[in-house]
């Protein structure tokens, strides 16, 4: 027996004095109900505070949608990893409502590349894309063939305004740059130097590390008269990355490393272990298991928390409403700019679904 809310469509149409197939033309907008059947009715569902099941509805027209999400490849990336799982819990809540979520992965490069991916999306017939776009001129590239085809498309984690995309869900970097500048900055002296530190990933091609690179050095600039930044670009785990680490720990001038990206910040934080230098001020990105660990033992002075998992989950839940409902997507969506130290970690963690 059919039911709106509490109470069954037989029931509404007793109150209100008509028939059920009226009370189900009125609630599914089929017409031909005179003016005082419809007041009637509509005077039942207030008094009762009546609120469609828009999902329902959507079944109900037999609506199926296919979602494809495309990020860069998460195996032994914890930060692209989170993001997956993020994809696999939509993927798990919008599949009994006749959502399809198809994940593709990414790499700078080759077959693989976001442009030959974004290809084979396309040849899949997609309703809509969310994607994190990472290398600007492939990503404006694989863009604009989705406009060709009049796919939306949804950003999450790296902006590109310019792309035009229904809304961009993640994090003002920038901002969070400048932020990441201030903390550095504390209680440090004008003539002390730090270090910007990309690694993985070439800042001149991924824009999420120039925007955080830029808010960093902006911030020294408009707070000291001199400033003493070094930027290195370092290939995760090769030998120059750690003749790079070990050369910076050997100057004393140094007291701060900024890391831009999540997974090689512990990598850092043990050669600072070892290096028995505790006047140096590390701070990078996310509450990744390794970072944990070195946050809690102080090694880590501050990480700002990105969320992954929550911008590809809701990233998706836009882009789903979107196509089922025709909801518009926010513009931008920006999340804050969490600071987790080794004396809030623990609340913090408890207090928030990752």
Known sequence: MKREGNLRIKDIARLAGVSEGTVDRVLHNRGNVSDSSYAKVNEVLNKINYKPNLIARSLGRGLKKKVAVLIIEPKDDPYWN????????????????????????????????????VRRIITSNPDGVVLAPLFHIQALHAVEALKENQIPYVLFNANIP????????????????????FLCSLGQHQDDCYAILSVGEDTKESVYLMEKERGFREFYMSNFSHHDINSYVLEMGTPGFYDCIEYLLSDRKLKGIYVTTSNA???????????????????????????????????ISFLISQNPKKQAFRGIGYMVNYLL??????????????????????????????
């Not at 310019?162 to 500048?181: D, H, M, R, T």
């Not at 990598?267 to 298991?289: F, N, P, Q, V, W």
Request: hydrophobic share 35%.
């Open 265 to 299: 910040t512990p990598m850092i934080a043990e050669k600072i272990c070892h290096s028995k230098r505790r006047d140096i001020r590390l701070i990078g990105y996310d509450l990744l298991e390794d970072n944990l660990k070195y946050l809690e033992e102080g090694i």
């Open 162 to 181: 310019e792309s035009e995309p229904l809304g961009f869900i993640g994090q003002n970097l920038y901002q969070s740059g400048k932020l990441a500048g």
């Open 325 to 354: 409902f025709n909801k518009e997507v926010p513009r931008l969506d920006l999340f804050p700019l969490e600071i987790i130290t080794q004396h809030n970690v623990d609340s913090y963690i408890d207090s928030t679904v990752h």
């Open 82 to 117: 989170a993001a997956y799982t993020g994809i696999i819990q939509a993927k798990d809540e919008w599949q009994q409502y006749g959502v399809t979520i198809d994940t593709y992965f990414y790499l700078h490069d080759g077959e693989a590349s976001i442009e030959n991916v």
